[in-house]
């Protein structure tokens, strides 16, 4: 498989936020306003309020794009369940928000409220839970409750198209969303 070029996984991974983004309880239908750095899109809902969203994509290592997910799949061929690498992918995750809210700390434009987009890009999340998620948000309780400058997390493309997003008023997990 050839892996597309950073722009255009940029842009598939925008259009992936916005369907995601509609389905959470206060989600709203959002269009690309602006394509920029410090945040990477300025979003528009239909009554003109903008936000900022920054995009990440989270693998379990460095090597998950050549080894895991470029070679080509055979048909009926299936994932192994590596339950025992999803303690080491949550660490990934976590390690992923801090950096984003470091960077976004030092110099993003906060002209507009700010969310993070964590693209869930790894085979091993398919066997994660609910109870996962919350795993993730009890073991960093001080990460998520101080998400400034971002209003909320949304991780999206979980197994089963369910959601899971952190805000000010909490952890939440969104089951079967259809898509």
Known sequence: MKWPPKEERERLEVEGFIE????????KRLTICVKGEKPD???????????????????LNDRSVPDSHM??????????????????????????????IRLARSGYNLENPLVLSVYVNEYVSIFMTRNDWEILVQRHYNLF??????????????ANNH???????????VENRAL
């Open 20 to 27: 995601a983004y509609q389905q959470l309880p206060h989600g």
């Open 41 to 59: 899109y300025i979003l528009q809902d239909s009554n003109g309020k903008k936000i900022g969203v920054e995009l990440t994509s989270v693998y």
């Open 71 to 100: 070679p080509e799949i055979e048909e009926n061929e299936t994932y192994p369940n590596n339950e025992g690498q999803i303690p080491l992918y949550l660490e990934r995750l976590a390690t992923a928000v801090h950096q984003k």
């Open 163 to 173: 959601l899971f997003f952190v805000n000010s008023s909490g952890s939440h997990f």
């Open 145 to 158: 409750h101080n998400l400034h400058p971002f209003s909320e997390v949304v991780f999206w493309k979980l």
